[in-house]
């Protein structure tokens, strides 16, 4: 009788090594799928690879999500300008929805019989991961060691040592994540509210106290809403891009460029899908600059009320995405909408990047509205020829009579 057969969504990390060497010895037959959303840089592949190899795995998929995560998930949180609570640009709780289907279609390929990932019932992971695989294919059984047996990093390190299996001690100490979006970083400081990490704990960035005094200015290129090129003030391509590089490369090289200033490090915490309150360190130098970027852009070509609705329908769109509502049909009036409130979100923005902040020196748009009003004669602060000083007095007295009347509304004093 042939072994049951399951798919791991597997990174190299220690739940996943763990899960694999755990199913293994409960009889499976483990193929490992490693989905590339941004997290691996030169070499690094094949470094999972190995991993699972040496683990056991029976084979080994890498799979490359990137353009896919960007197209479908990355491009609508720049449109939406969305930051879950203001700050936090949904890191790698975002990119679960992409892998999640990559895992789910690695398994129905393979006539696999389960699906299992290494996600802990603490997070929000676990139902992101779950509500994918009951959408998708819902006969495939669902093995999470770490949620249901409510494992230690301590003891998954120790297990996997005993099983002759060399482990890293820094592993227990952080849980690290890393995409195209962003890194994760999860540990001792963070189950608290009152600490900081401390610096060996940061992936990429570099600290404002290191980062170069000068900075660095750049020229973000957008085309209704999706950046097309990060140029120096010169026209240089910054390192990374050229002509033609797709719109995950900028975001990938912006994310090494900006970390070197110090741009994106940041501690978000917010309430979790099931309604407790969780923190997590968090690295997003390119996110980040994108949508400052991007939000500057469309203070100059989007009227007052467009980016009013846009923040709060951006932010209810984000929030549902941050909370694995993948499949509602809701998203997709969203994203039309999203997509309709670009058509003039075209232009470059100039931005400084400096000991870790993204500063917005200018921009400029052939929709510029800006422009328009001064085509018409209108300057700020300095004049207009669309009206004269008395339509200007006449204007001021009507505003205010709302507000008279309700100071005025109520018993007066005599």
């Not at 789910?104 to 006539?111: F, M, R, S």
């Not at 960035?205 to 809403?225: H, M, N, Q, Y």
Request: hydrophobic share 35%.
């Amino acid at each position: 009788m042939s072994k049951r057969k399951i798919v791991l969504a597997f990174s190299g990390g220690l739940d996943t090594s763990y899960a694999l060497v755990s199913l293994r010895e409960q009889g499976w037959e483990v193929l490992t799928a490693n989905i590339d959303t941004g997290g691996l840089h030169s070499g690094e592949g094949d470094v999972v690879r190995a991993r699972a190899e040496e683990l056991g795995s029976a084979r080994h998929f890498v799979i490359d999500a990137r353009e896919e995560l960007y197209a479908r998930v990355v491009t609508y949180a720049i449109k939406a300008n969305y930051l879950r609570n203001g700050g936090y640009p949904s890191c790698v709780g975002a990119e679960r929805l992409v892998q999640a289907e990559k895992v789910v279609q690695c398994a129905l390929d393979n006539g696999a019989d389960a699906v299992a990932h290494g996600s802990t019932g603490a997070g929000a992971d676990h139902v992101r991961y779950d509500s994918v695989i009951r959408a998708l294919a819902p006969q495939l059984e669902i093995i999470t060691p770490i949620r249901d047996e409510r494992l230690t990093r301590e003891f998954e390190r120790d297990f996997l040592r005993q099983h002759g299996f060399e482990t890293s001690d820094k592993v227990t100490t952080y849980s690290i994540n890393e995409g195209l979006i962003g890194t994760s970083i999860g540990g001792k400081e963070t189950y608290g509210s009152w600490d900081y990490l401390p610096e060996e704990a940061w992936e990429s960035t570099r600290s404002i106290k290191d980062a170069p005094e000068d900075g660095v200015e750049l020229i973000l290129a957008f085309d209704k809403g999706e950046v097309t090129s990060a140029t120096t003030l010169d026209g240089a391509p910054i390192e990374g891009t050229g002509p033609g590089t797709p719109n995950y490369a900028i975001l990938r090289a912006l994310n090494v460029l900006a970390a070197e200033h110090g741009v994106g490090r940041g501690i978000h915490m917010g309430s979790t899908m099931v309604g407790n309150l969780a923190r997590v360190g968090f690295e997003a130098p390119g996110m980040l600059t994108l949508i400052a970027a991007h939000r500057e852009l469309e203070r100059l070509t989007l009227s007052n009320r467009q980016q009013a609705t846009k923040l709060q329908l951006g932010n209810t769109y984000g929030d549902l995405l941050h909370e694995a509502v993948y499949y509602d049909p809701i998203l997709d009036d969203f994203r039309a909408f999203l997509d309709s409130s670009q058509a003039r979100v075209t232009g470059e923005v100039r931005v400084r990047l400096q000991k870790g902040n993204v500063i917005p020196l200018g921009s400029r748009s052939p929709y510029s509205l800006l422009d328009a009003a001064t085509r018409q004669g209108v300057v700020y602060g300095y004049g207009s020829s669309l009206w004269t000083g008395e339509q200007a007095r006449a204007f001021a007295h009507m505003y205010a009579i709302p507000g008279a009347i309700a100071k005025n509304a109520g018993p007066q004093d005599k």
